[in-house]
């Protein structure tokens, strides 16, 4: 039996969605909208750019899927610009939420676990999820119903916040609970950055330096420490065997 034809290639797939400008253009005819937005019907593609270039300005692709495609006579550079602006403004209104990791050890004492609480909180608060991480080390994994405790803890200091996304289970070496900001939290949070937004442009017009955004509590690799007393801890015995041999 024959074998088909394998798909063409098409480069444009790799480059992604490309806006085609003027000579670029190279289907017959385009249905064209006017530099005023007024409607000019579907045109030869030549006398289409012919009316741009008498205009000064371009012929501009905006709908290419369209039968036939759908082309604007504007001022492509103007164009690109005010693209641009709407992506940025865009981006800054968006509520992009991350995960914050939140590292705790089966040793951990209560003082330092309301501190990670603590720190929890100002994340949640912020309107990020919230990833508890217990390590176990050595023979701490024989005892997970220390490392539930703990995230019954966290659990119980977030609850006013946070919802449980995902319940305590074992990674590998680790337990781990995932937490999220409750939807009146969310609603805060894009109420602020509404409210942020505003007295950033504020600032912007009349020349005044941007309010900072608030900072947060930086939890990266704070049990490091705890690491090392581990590997002391673990290789004391072998080196005391060791020696006894000797």
Do not use: W
Request: charged residues 40%.
């Amino acid at each position: 039996m024959a074998m088909g034809r394998p798909p063409r290639f098409d480069p444009r797939q790799q480059r992604g969605f490309q806006i085609r400008v003027n000579h670029r253009i190279r289907v017959p005819e385009v249905r064209v909208i006017g530099p005023e937005g007024e409607m000019l019907g579907v045109l030869a593609t030549h006398e289409a750019l012919k009316r741009a270039q008498e205009a000064g300005l371009d012929l501009v692709e905006v709908n290419p899927k369209a039968e036939p495609p759908v082309c604007k006579i504007l001022d492509f550079g103007k164009y690109k610009y005010e693209e641009k602006k709407k992506t940025a403004e865009a981006k800054r209104k968006q509520t992009v939420v991350e995960v914050k990791e939140v590292k705790l050890r089966p040793k951990t004492d209560d003082h330092d676990i309301a501190f990670k609480i603590k720190a929890a909180r100002r994340f949640l608060e912020a309107g990020h999820k919230v990833k508890f991480t217990v390590r176990f080390r050595g023979r701490e994994i024989t005892h997970p119903e220390k490392a539930q405790e703990q995230l019954t803890l966290v659990i119980q200091g977030t609850e006013d916040l946070a919802n449980v996304e995902t319940r305590a289970m074992m990674e590998a070496r680790t337990m781990t609970v995932m937490v999220a900001p409750k939807p009146a939290i969310m609603q805060r949070v894009a109420q602020l950055k509404t409210q942020r937004e505003k007295e950033r442009q504020l600032a912007a017009k009349e020349g005044r330096e941007l309010p900072s955004e608030p900072s947060l509590p930086d939890m990266e690799d704070d049990d490091d420490d705890d690491d090392e007393e581990d590997d002391e801890e673990e290789a004391a015995p072998a080196d005391a065997g060791a020696a006894k041999e000797g």
